[in-house]
Structure formats: C-alpha cells, structure tokens
C-alpha cells in the first residue's frame, strides 16, 4: 500500500521565520513528487521533482528530493501571512497500462503570524 | 480558459438520496481524476480515469460509481448516499506527459 507522510501535521511561526516542510513516502514505481499549496479552496501547484538532488527554486520557496532516503522538503525562507495554507506533498506512480496515480499525505497547515 | 470545472459547488442531500457531480476540462489532458477531502485526511483517492474508456479504482471507492464519458467529462455518482459521504470532492485532470494535476473549485456535500 502507498504511504505519504507529512510532517509536522500543523506549524505556527512567526512573519520573517524560515520553515521546513517534510514527506516521506513509500511507492511502488515511483515517477514524480509534486508540492501544492491550499488555501480555501482547490490546491494549486508549486513544484514536481523528479530527479534527487536537484533543488527546484521559486521566489522565497524551494524544495528537494532524495529518492534514495525516499523524502522530500518544502522550504519557505521570509515567511508571510499570505503564506498561511494547507501544504499538500502527492507522489505519482505508474500503475500500469499507461495509468498514474496521485497519492497525497494528510498535509501541513502552517499559520503564520503577523 | 475554464480549466476544471465542477458542478454544483454546493449540495445537500438526505441519506439514501442519489446524485452525480459532474465534472468537466477543457485542456485536452487524458487523465482524470476524483478525490474527497475530509478534515485532517488531505486528498484520498476515489476514482481515476487514464483515458476515455477506462476508469480504476483508488483508494476509497466504496459507494461510488464514475463514468469517462468523454475525453472532457468524468462524472461521479452516488446511488445511495449516507452520512459518511459528507465531504469536499475534488475533480482533477493532467496529461499523460506527467505536468501538474488541475483541480476544480470543488463540491461541498452534505449528506443528513
């Protein structure tokens, strides 16, 4: 059975701190890792790994894969309100005959404070 | 562009009452995709769909149905509804090229 874990479950920070998200995951015939961003409604897309090693950059949020420890971490530096949401990690597997799964972790809701 | 777009945004049902919750893209991708969400759960898997014409399992499919009827529309239907099927339902599409996945607005149901 596919396992995604997140953790922490929930975070409150303070504006200007600098947080680390984290996912594990155990999958058969892994293809990708993908990071979404939740806030009241339909997640929205912030980055898909790959490849280990390679950090994929936008703005103040970064993140990477390791897929031999089998995890990947979501780092927001100069943390805003506007970053409050539900952080969602989902890994795709091939599941035969051309078909792909998503599978998500239960996410991270980080709150920042002014 | 629309994107996904699901209908309706918000139903209530009573329990043993029948619906479908359409959903519908208009980016030409082949996958698609429905999951519930529920507090502290994230996004579980119901059903998906490779391609027109086929349609698989995920992990909760228990008192639902789906039909591909198009390569634009995947609708989710439940014959019998019960209590345990209030939630927020998400529909998804992404291409067979492994981009992002696309998700609509959502549905709010409520079974009572």
């Known amino acids: 059975e596919d396992k995604v874990v997140q953790s922490p479950l929930s975070l409150v920070v303070h504006e200007g701190d600098t947080v680390t998200l984290n996912c594990s995951y155990e999958v058969t015939n892994f293809r990708s890792l993908l990071w979404y961003k939740q806030e009241k409604k339909a997640p929205t897309f912030l980055f898909m790994l790959?490849?280990?090693?390679i950090e994929k950059k936008s703005g103040r949020l970064s993140s990477i894969l390791d897929k031999k420890e089998l995890f990947s971490i979501l780092n927001i530096t100069a943390t805003q309100t506007g970053d409050s949401a539900v952080y969602l990690c989902a890994v795709e597997r091939y599941s035969g005959a051309g078909s792909y799964q998503l599978t998500f972790g239960k996410g991270t809701k980080l709150s920042v404070i002014p | 562009n629309a994107g996904v777009t699901q209908t309706p945004k918000f139903q209530v049902l009573k329990t043993g009452q029948s619906m479908t919750l359409q959903c519908a893209q208009d980016?030409?991708?082949?996958?698609m995709y429905w999951y519930r969400q529920d507090p502290g759960m994230g996004l579980r898997l119901i059903y998906y769909?490779?391609?027109?014409?086929?349609?698989d399992k995920g992990e909760v499919p228990n008192g639902y149905n789906v039909s591909r009827l198009n390569k634009r529309e995947f609708s989710l239907r439940l014959e019998s509804a019960a209590p345990s099927q209030t939630s927020v339902y998400f529909c998804?599409?992404?291409?067979?090229?492994?981009?992002?996945?696309?998700f609509g607005q959502g549905t709010r149901l409520t079974v009572v």
């Open positions: 769909s490779a391609s027109e014409g086929t349609t």
């Open positions: 980016m030409n991708h082949n996958s």
């Open positions: 998804a599409s992404r291409t067979i090229l492994n981009t992002e996945a696309f």
């Open positions: 790959t490849s280990s090693g």
